[in-house]
């Protein structure tokens, strides 16, 4: 349900912020990418959150939440705001840089691979870089995204543990050793690839297409195949 609107919202931002800049450089990829990942936590984190809760919780009549909608109602009349953005500053720590990457290694990717719109490769060449990119920005902010659901997931089931992002990783450091903050790293991998792979060749061919001969050669914005240098 979040993906919808944090996909729209982060291509659209990263491409008005690309545009806003003026020129298509690697560093201005970067800083695109990251305003994109920045703007999006107002949407990302709350939706974090109830897939965090969602998945933790009991099964059959044990369950506390029946849904998304009802799990984000239950935390807001229990703790109101600062309750829905719980993990706001970790999720702010993670999507930032990573999405600074996602971007950034698709535009590097992208120019390495002659990515032209006469290429017969076009397509396989656009998966490759997208999933790549994917596989870049998670393996950049990773132990950050464990610390993220470790604070989310907190007071489920008891007390509260941690005391904020600090506490946490001193505490899960101290209980488990380092490799608690690759937990999951290899199935999220997994995902990462096709995901990104899809997501960045689709946004890609669907913009081309829909910007047609609108879109000047040498005007930033974002994902398209009207720039010869850069996609």
């Not at 109830?50 to 998945?55: D, F, G, V, Y």
């Not at 933790?56 to 984000?72: I, N, P």
């Not at 608690?180 to 790293?185: E, I, S």
Request: hydrophobic content about 40%; aromatic content about 8%.
């Amino acid at each position: 349900m979040g993906l919808t609107f944090i996909n729209a919202l982060v291509f659209g931002v990263q491409g008005n912020t690309l545009r806003a800049l003026g020129r298509d450089t690697p560093t201005n990829q970067f800083l695109a990418g990251a305003a994109a990942g920045t703007i999006q936590c107002v949407i990302c984190c709350p939706m974090e959150l109830a897939k965090t809760r969602l998945q933790l919780q009991d099964a059959g009549q044990a369950r506390t939440y029946s849904g998304s909608l009802d799990c984000l109602g239950q935390i807001y009349r229990r703790e109101g705001l600062r309750g829905i953005n719980r993990g706001m500053l970790s999720t702010l720590l993670r999507e930032t840089p990573s999405f600074g990457v996602y971007f950034l290694t698709y535009d590097v990717l992208t120019r390495a691979l002659g990515c032209e719109p006469d290429d017969r490769l076009l397509v396989p060449k656009l998966l490759l870089a997208g999933g790549t990119s994917g596989i870049t920005s998670w393996l950049s902010t990773y132990p950050v995204d464990v610390v993220k659901s470790r604070l989310q997931a907190d007071g489920l089931r008891g007390a509260p543990r941690y005391r904020g992002i600090v506490d946490c990783v001193r505490q899960s450091y101290k209980a488990e050793g380092w490799r608690v903050f690759t937990r999951g790293l290899t199935s999220t991998l997994l995902r990462a690839f096709p995901v990104n792979a899809a997501t960045f060749a689709t946004v890609t061919v669907v913009l081309s297409y829909a910007r047609g001969d609108e879109v000047r050669p040498d005007a930033p914005a974002g994902p398209t195949l009207s720039q010869p240098s850069s996609l």
